[in-house]
């Protein structure tokens, strides 16, 4: 079985440019998340989607960032314009259902730097 | 919001030694999971562990729900086990939550 695909591995940008990642969740998970993780601490949830659906994006910096997963499969994170903060490790995870009693699995992430 | 914290921060070992980890939680949880992140910055799943004891080969793991806390044990520990390790749950009414890890060195 294939795990979770991101792309690019790693991304160096310009503040105030734009960015944008791609993630293919395991064939069949329905519930796919976005985290960020910042150097030195563990992962913190930015968004997710429930097939095509937003369930949750109440940590997500709406003024810059955003995500959709229009066929309730692949989906995309934007940044726009991207801050020196945004540097960080993006994960993109899924897990066949929305419900917690269902493992997460996490593809290897994209490394972004913003100079 | 849940709390979780991770202890020690950091643990440095001879290859060969056994440790424990440890995982405090604030709140009651439906799910708790340990992941490794290895120097690559991938998390590998090790244990999904809401409750109870789970065995993976030299990787063991208890949860104590009632008492709200998890512990994971590696004995003879290798080189290749270095990186960090994570412990993630999710509460009763809220998104995954993960500590702030254990950062974990083996010398050979």
């Known amino acids: 079985e294939a795990g979770v695909a991101q792309s690019p591995r790693y991304k160096i940008i310009e503040k105030r440019q734009s960015v944008a990642f791609w993630c293919n969740p395991i064939?069949?998970?329905?519930?796919l998340y976005w985290y960020q993780q910042i150097l030195g601490q563990g992962p913190k949830l930015l968004i997710q989607f429930q097939n095509n659906g937003v369930v949750d994006d109440s940590q997500l910096p709406k003024d810059r960032f955003s995500a959709e997963r229009l066929k309730g499969v692949d989906s995309t994170l934007k940044i726009q314009p991207a801050k020196l903060e945004d540097s960080a490790v993006y994960l993109c995870?899924?897990?066949?259902?929305?419900?917690?009693?269902?493992?997460?699995?996490f593809g290897p992430g994209t490394r972004l730097t913003v100079t | 919001g849940i709390q979780v914290e991770q202890s020690p921060p950091d643990l440095i070992l001879q290859e060969g030694a056994n440790s424990t980890l440890r995982c405090n939680f604030s709140d009651s949880v439906n799910n708790l999971q340990w992941f490794h992140q290895n120097p690559w910055g991938q998390l590998i799943n090790l244990f999904y562990?809401?409750?109870g004891t789970k065995q993976n080969g030299r990787l063991s793991a208890t949860t104590v729900a009632t008492e709200r806390y998890s512990l994971l044990y590696i004995s003879s520990s290798q080189t290749t086990d270095s990186g960090v390790y994570f412990c993630a749950v999710v509460p009763v009414v809220d998104d995954m939550r993960f500590g702030a890890g254990t950062r974990l060195t083996v010398k050979p």
């Open positions: 995870a899924s897990s066949l259902f929305r419900s917690p009693s269902y493992e997460q699995y």
């Open positions: 064939s069949g998970h329905a519930t």
């Open positions: 562990i809401p409750s």
